[in-house]
């Protein structure tokens, strides 16, 4: 299922629509930050201890995002799937306790 559908799924499971566009912005940051923290965590469970040594010192670095993403497709496989694994278990979830 691609990361489009899960998170059409989502909105679709809240009743997205029917929400006032102040509940509509509330929500969409509360599951933007949701989905953020676990990309994240699942990017940071990919790497070595020395990789995420390495990309601590990265990020403090004050790299460019350009930098972080050419890290990222070098040192950790599969790392652009974490965003995609996040929004389905995500919508997984949603849906269990939705429908």
């Known amino acids: 299922m691609s990361v489009t559908t899960s998170y059409q799924q989502i ?3 809240v009743e997205f629509s029917v929400l006032t566009q102040a509940e509509q912005e509330a929500f969409l940051l509360d599951l933007n930050s ?6 994240v ?5 990919r790497m070595d201890e020395p990789t995420r040594e390495a ?3 990265l ?16 040192k950790v496989p599969q790392a ?14 949603i ?4 429908h």
């Open 11 to 13: 909105l679709d499971s």
């Open 34 to 39: 949701v989905i953020f923290r676990g990309a």
């Open 41 to 45: 965590t699942r990017t940071l469970e």
């Open 55 to 57: 990309w601590h010192n």
């Open 59 to 74: 990020i403090a670095s004050g790299a460019s995002a350009a930098s972080m993403q050419r890290f990222l497709d070098r």
């Open 80 to 93: 652009d799937l974490a965003l995609a694994e996040t929004v389905e278990i995500l919508a997984s979830d």
């Open 95 to 98: 849906l269990a306790v939705t």
